[in-house]
């Protein structure tokens, strides 16, 4: 069954700080997409990278980069010097090639405070 | 370029009353989501069209619920005799034709239910 788990539930670091969020995940599915989305406080969802499962490339966007290891399913993401800006909940989530729908399914995310 | 929007952002109703959400996806995406999300959680899937049609309902869909898509536009969920555990934000999301393609979200309607 397809699952994705985020077990830090809260995180709080202080500006500047380097902060890892981890991702696990579970399918049976060899085609596999993995997101990650920020939601801040005024709710909606913003999509901030894709990774499809036959790209282990790991990803580096400012101060955001993402590690995608098939070996152990994960896909952590990591803020660099970090912000209050990003403080935030960031979910991850996976949607399978077989299903043919697109339909995430959603970690229970990590609620990120970044403190001045 | 307007992104998805949601229509109303928050919705208060008493037990037993049904309650109307509209969602309109941003223009060219012909794939359209609903989705819920209760506090402290992720969001969890509903429903899902490609163009007009409902290829998909998830098991959270009881038969109090009901989507439509006409004409491949914006999109409807209807719940009738809400009950208190309806209570929650329900968010709309549009992507492309692709299953990878990411998925766009709006700003959610919050329903709560007295």
């Known amino acids: 069954a397809q699952k994705v788990t985020q077990a830090q539930t809260e995180i709080s670091v202080v500006e500047k700080e380097d902060v890892t969020l981890d991702c696990v995940y579970e399918?049976?599915?060899?085609?596999?997409?993995l997101f990650w989305y920020k939601q801040p406080p005024s709710g909606e969802l913003v999509f901030l990278i894709r990774?499809?499962?036959?790209?282990?490339q790991n990803e580096i966007s400012g101060r955001y980069s993402w590690n995608f290891q098939k070996s152990t399913s994960s896909f952590n993401f990591t803020i660099t010097a970090s912000q209050v800006v990003d403080s935030a909940v960031y979910f991850c989530?996976?949607?399978?090639?077989?299903?043919?729908?697109?339909?995430?399914?959603f970690g229970q995310g990590t609620t990120l405070q970044v403190k001045p | 370029d307007t992104g998805v929007s949601q229509d109303p952002r928050h919705k208060i109703t008493k037990r037993g009353q049904n309650v109307t959400f509209r969602c309109d996806p941003i223009?060219?995406?012909?794939?359209l989501y609903w989705y819920r999300q209760t506090l402290g959680q992720g969001p969890e899937f509903l429903t899902y069209?490609?163009?007009?049609?409902?290829?998909?309902k998830s098991r959270l869909l009881s038969d109090r619920f009901s989507a439509e898509r006409p004409k491949g536009s914006f999109s409807t969920l209807e719940i009738q005799r809400t009950e208190q555990g309806d209570s929650a934000m329900y968010l709309c999301?549009?992507?492309?034709?692709?299953?990878?393609?990411?998925?766009?979200f709006g700003p959610g309607t919050r329903l709560t239910v007295l």
């Open positions: 999301a549009s992507s492309l034709a692709r299953v990878r393609d990411e998925q766009f």
């Open positions: 069209f490609q163009n007009e049609a409902q290829l998909e």
């Open positions: 989530a996976l949607s399978e090639g077989s299903s043919n729908t697109g339909k995430l399914i």
């Open positions: 223009s060219e995406h012909n794939r």
């Open positions: 990774r499809n499962s036959f790209d282990e």
């Open positions: 399918t049976r599915d060899t085609t596999y997409y």
